[in-house]
Nanobody, 124 residues
Framework: QVQLVESGGGLVQTGGSLRLSCAAS????????MGWFRQVLGKEREFVAA????????YYTDSVKGRFTISRDNAKNTVYLRMNSLKPEDTAVYYC?????????????????WGQGTQVTVSS
C-alpha cells in the first residue's frame, strides 16, 4: 500500500519560511517523479514544483521561482519543499504526489499517488 505523508505545515508571518516534508512508503521511491501541489478552498489544485527521479532536474511554477526549492533524499524516501519569503497568497493546503512517468510532469492527471495534505497559512 502506497502512502505519502506530508508534514511541516503551519502558521507563519509574511516573509517567513517553512520546510515541508513528504515521507513515502510502499513504492520504489527513486523510480518516481515527485511533485508538490497546492489548493485553496474553492479553487482548483495547482502545480507548485516537481523533481526528477534522481533529483537532478527541477521545475517550478512562475509564482514560486526563486523562493521555493524542491529536493529529495532517495535514501530516506522523502521529498522536501523549502519555502522562503512566504506571502499571504501562498496560503493553501500543500500536497505531495508521485508520478510513474520518466519526465517532469505538471498535470494532476499524470500523478498516481497523493498525500493527505498539510495546511500552510501565511499571515499578513
Amino acid at each position: 500500500q502506497v502512502q505519502l505523508v506530508e508534514s511541516g505545515g503551519g502558521l507563519v508571518q509574511t516573509g517567513g519560511s517553512l520546510r515541508l516534508s513528504c515521507a513515502a512508503s510502499g513504492l520504489t521511491f527513486s523510480t518516481y517523479v515527485m511533485g508538490w501541489f497546492r489548493q485553496v478552498l474553492g479553487k482548483e489544485r495547482e502545480f507548485v514544483a516537481a523533481i526528477s527521479r534522481s533529483g537532478t532536474n527541477t521545475y517550478y511554477t512562475d509564482s514560486v521561482k526563486g523562493r521555493f526549492t524542491i529536493s529529495r533524499d532517495n535514501a530516506k524516501n522523502t521529498v522536501y519543499l523549502r519555502m522562503n519569503s512566504l506571502k499571504p497568497e501562498d496560503t493553501a493546503v500543500y500536497y505531495c504526489a508521485a508520478s510513474g512517468t520518466y519526465e517532469l510532469v505538471l498535470k494532476i492527471s499524470q500523478y498516481n499517488y497523493w498525500g493527505q495534505g498539510t495546511q500552510v497559512t501565511v499571515s499578513s
